[in-house]
T-cell receptor, first 115, second 114 residues
Framework: AQTVTQSQPEMSVQEAETVTLSCTYD???????LFWYKQPPSRQMILVIR??????QNATENRFSVNFQKAAKSFSLKISDSQLGDAAMYFC????????????FGKGTKLTVNP | EPEVTQTPSHQVTQMGQEVILRCVPI?????FYWYRQILGQKVEFLVS????????KSEIFDDQFSVERPDGSNFTLKIRSTKLEDSAMYFC????????????FGPGTRLTVL
């Protein structure tokens, strides 16, 4: 079974600085997809960024980027120029290619942004 | 912007009672999901639904649970006889397709079983 591990229950960052959230996963599949979701205090989860495992290039969405290391099964999220609105729970998620449609989530990392 | 909606936002029920949690997925989406999050724990998959039938379910989704798309817009999760351990946040999600397609989540229903 696939598992996703987020080893940092909480992280904090100063406004305008950069923070990296860690995620590792375990799978025997070669084709899959990885996601970072953000869950603000209002609790609606929203997609931050996604990565197809077959793509070597790391995904980027404005201030958010990932460091995808397929061999190491690592998928970290970097937030640059952190803003107060970035404060939230961040969940790393895995989805297998074909068949299973479910997202497998990590336990989440609570990010605090200090002014 | 279209969004997934869920009602009620909070449901309190007595152990053994039936509850129905309601979701309205995004209108052109074809795949529907229920997840739950027990307080302080990870979000867990319950069930996926496509073409009017369950496509996958987890071991959590036992005979006490059922899903239905009664009218082409609503997507419901029924818990037949609630247990204390069913207390959790229940999230509905929908997506246009599979693979890298985004699953859009609703705001959740907090279920409290007393």
């Amino acid at each position: 079974a696939q598992t996703v591990t987020q080893s940092q229950p909480e992280m904090s960052v100063q406004e305008a600085e950069t923070v990296t959230l860690s995620c590792t996963y375990d799978t025997s599949e070669s084709d899959y997809y990885l996601f970072w979701y953000k869950q603000p205090p209002s609790r609606q989860m929203i997609l931050v960024i996604r990565q197809e495992a077959y793509k070597q290039q790391n995904a980027t969405e404005n201030r958010f980027s990932v460091n995808f290391q397929k061999a190491a099964k690592s998928f970290s999220l970097k937030i640059s120029d952190s803003q107060l609105g970035d404060a939230a729970m961040y969940f790393c998620a895995y989805r297998r290619e074909g068949g299973s449609e479910k997202l497998v989530f990590g336990k989440g990392t609570k990010l605090t942004v200090n002014p | 912007e279209p969004e997934v909606t869920q009602t009620p936002s909070h449901q309190v029920t007595q152990m053994g009672q039936e509850v129905i949690l309601r979701c309205v997925p995004i209108s052109n989406h074809l795949y529907f999901y229920w997840y739950r999050q027990i307080l302080g724990q990870k979000v867990e998959f319950l069930v996926s639904f496509y073409n009017n039938e369950i496509s996958e379910k987890s071991e959590i989704f036992d005979d006490q649970f059922s899903v239905e798309r009664p009218d082409g817009s609503n997507f419901t999760l029924k818990i037949r006889s609630t247990k204390l351990e069913d207390s959790a946040m229940y999230f509905c999600a929908s997506s246009e397709g599979l693979a890298v397609n985004e699953q859009f989540f609703g705001p959740g229903t907090r279920l409290t079983v007393l």
